[in-house]
């Protein structure tokens, strides 16, 4: 069955780092558009960042560009997200996303989440 496991959250200081994991399986990981969403408690979840299935262009949300890294392995069927400069308002849950859609049919997948807290 379909499964996207993240790991790599924890409690940071601010201006620290992370690097979120998520390994993909039971579908064709390099067909797949990409993402991290995170929801802070009383707010929506939001997108984070996202990479084309090649690994050739990113986005980024406003907020965290020039801080955060999307990347992709393939041969690996993971997405990282590597988090540097974090600041309190980074804490969240951080969900990983696969998304496509061929032939008029759209598929999308979540991971379970992992937490993120940022704080002194």
């Known amino acids: 069955q379909v499964q996207l496991v993240e790991s790599g959250g924890g409690l940071v200081q601010p201006g620290g780092s992370l690097r979120l994991s998520c390994t993909a399986s039971?579908?064709?990981?390099?067909?797949?558009?990409m993402n991290w969403y995170r929801q802070a408690p009383g707010k929506e979840r939001e997108l984070v960042a996202g990479?084309?299935?090649?690994?050739?262009?990113?986005n980024y949300a406003d907020s965290v560009k020039g801080r955060f890294t999307i990347s992709r392995d393939n041969a690996k069927n993971t997405v990282y997200l590597q988090m540097d400069s974090l600041k309190p308002e980074d804490t969240a849950v951080y969900y990983c996303?696969?998304?496509?859609?061929?032939?008029?049919?759209?598929?999308?997948?979540w991971g379970q989440g992992t937490q993120v807290a940022v704080s002194s």
């Open positions: 996303n696969a998304a496509r859609q061929y032939a008029g049919i759209k598929s999308n997948y």
């Open positions: 039971g579908f064709t990981f390099s067909r797949y558009l």
């Open positions: 990479i084309t299935s090649d690994g050739g262009s990113t």
